[in-house]
């Protein structure tokens, strides 16, 4: 059975050097990105599958079958998950898999976020859905860049 | 006027073009946008739609970005299915020498390609080491 090593909330899902270091840090070979519009722009992916380093495979899904291809990775897969919203997290738990831990690495503000944390914005309903997927057992961390220190959460939302 | 929009990561862009002018004069016809902490991608992007649209004054537009595959990058390139119809190129990997290049070419030319491609070329030949150089003249 493969291994998820990465689990990441990320408005922009991969960008470049970002993207270089937390693969290098996660020892990550295969990309998922669970996004349901991206699944559907065939032009969207093609500029994603640019940004993927040689020798990293990538595959974009809805949430239904994201789901389905975490449930049976093959054993040599180290993926990293990339969504952008909590959500997808939520509904990939609760389709049954299992997240030992999802970090949240860019929510950038817009009209309907308010600030979370430094950088990190967040609507009322995503902040609901973050309890709800630390109440599932999987813990939320906020971690920008590999080399900074991780922060919890849950005093956060409180 | 061929128009030149610059957008990176952090200051960068604004500190490029304020470079630039102090070297070649003031510009016109030319925006900087700077993607920072805490900003929404999706409302970086739609700024750069606009800002391209706004520079579009019928010669054409020229992108410059600090990052392949990265977001200021990935933006613009997200945005070709919005902006059938105009015409721009977009580099990247900025430096001063492809700007300054750029800037100059479209005083005396509307030939977006050919001002693209001299950007670029003029960009990679900027990047010099200095003690290669002195070997090349063989003073060392």
Redesign the interface.
């Known amino acids: 059975m493969g291994e998820i090593v990465l689990a990441r909330i990320d408005d922009r899902l991969i960008h470049g050097q970002v993207m270089t270091a937390w693969l290098q840090y996660s020892g990550g070979n295969h990309i998922v990105i669970v996004d349901e519009e991206t699944a559907e722009d065939d032009f969207l992916k093609s500029v994603i599958s640019m940004a993927v380093p040689i020798g990293i495979k990538l595959n974009v899904f809805n949430d239904v079958d994201g789901a389905e291809f975490l449930k049976k990775m093959s054993d040599d897969d180290k993926v990293i998950i990339l969504a952008k919203v909590p959500e997808t997290f939520l509904k990939l738990i609760e389709a049954g898999v299992v997240l030992k831990k999802v970090i949240i690495g860019g929510m950038g503000a817009n009209q309907d976020r308010s600030k979370f944390y430094k950088n990190i914005s967040a609507t009322e309903n995503e902040r609901e859905t973050l309890k709800k997927i630390i109440s599932s057992g999987t813990n939320v961390k906020i971690h920008i860049i590999p080399e900074q220190k991780s922060i919890d959460i849950v005093q956060l939302l409180n | 006027m061929i128009g030149v929009l610059i957008a990176t990561h952090g200051k960068m862009a604004e500190g490029m073009l304020d470079s630039a002018e102090l070297i070649i004069g003031k510009q016109d016809n030319c925006k900087v946008l700077s993607l920072c902490?805490?900003?929404?991608?999706?409302?970086f992007g739609e700024s750069i739609r606009k800002a391209i649209i706004d520079l579009s004054q019928g010669d054409g537009v020229l992108v410059f970005t600090d990052?392949?595959?990265?977001?200021p990058?990935?933006q613009v390139?997200?945005s070709?299915?919005h902006l059938k119809g105009y015409k721009y190129r977009s580099i990247t990997g900025v430096n001063l020498p492809m700007l300054i290049e750029a800037l100059s070419a479209r005083m005396s030319s509307d030939e977006l390609d050919i001002i693209t491609e001299s950007a670029i070329k003029v960009g990679r030949e900027g990047i010099r080491e200095f003690f290669s150089e002195l070997k090349k003249k063989k003073i060392i």
């Open positions: 902490h805490g900003d929404s991608i999706e409302l990052l392949f595959s990265a977001s990058y990935n390139a997200i070709y299915p």
